[in-house]
């Protein structure tokens, strides 16, 4: 089950919606074009996505489909953690805010439950506004524990948030209040 290559020509003479795709059984080569203004402008190559995993085992190996599958999760979780860190424009203020983190941390961004129920494509809903809402829906579709589970998150980002804020002034009150003049 070799792939078959899908040329230039394939594609200005398919009728097709998407005429870079073409499935082959068990898994579809895509034709991708390099963007423009690179030095690859103009050129293009096949890539493969397999759509079942007998076909990705059959083709590469159950050890080679775990080792891609595994590199891909270890991306996506790299981009998650770094996506913790603090982004602040000022550079003292981040590196403040890196420094209370790692103490607060111990250097661990994601924790082995959080790597553990990690799901590619799924994300944490981290807006109370979005949770509330989830309950609303849930506590009106009958599903009052799931309708508490919602209200219980948003409270628990609401509180987190809130106890950043506060910290954030009594950070700002230290700094804007002159230090004592012995008399």
Do not use: C, W
Request: charged share 25%.
């Amino acid at each position: 089950m070799d792939p078959v290559a899908v040329t230039s020509a394939d594609l200005e003479n398919s009728t097709s919606n998407s005429p870079a795709l073409q499935d082959r059984g068990g898994y579809t080569i895509e034709y991708k074009h390099f963007a423009k203004g690179t030095p690859a402008e103009g050129f293009g190559y096949n890539t493969i996505q397999y759509t079942s995993i007998d076909a990705a085992k059959e083709k590469l190996g159950e050890k080679e489909v775990l080792a891609a599958l595994n590199s891909a999760l270890t991306s996506s979780l790299r981009v998650k953690a770094k996506s913790k860190l603090p982004e602040n424009e000022n550079e003292e203020e981040r590196k403040t805010a890196t420094a209370k983190m790692l103490a607060d941390t111990g250097g661990v961004l994601l924790t082995e439950e959080e790597a553990t129920s990690f799901v590619p494509g799924s994300r944490e809903i981290t807006s109370p506004a979005t949770l509330q809402r989830l309950a609303k829906e849930a506590s009106a579709a009958g599903d009052k524990n799931l309708a508490r589970q919602y209200y219980k998150r948003a409270l628990e980002i609401m509180q987190a948030q809130a106890l950043a804020a506060v910290g954030s002034l009594e950070e700002d009150e230290d700094e804007s209040v002159p230090n004592a003049v012995a008399a």
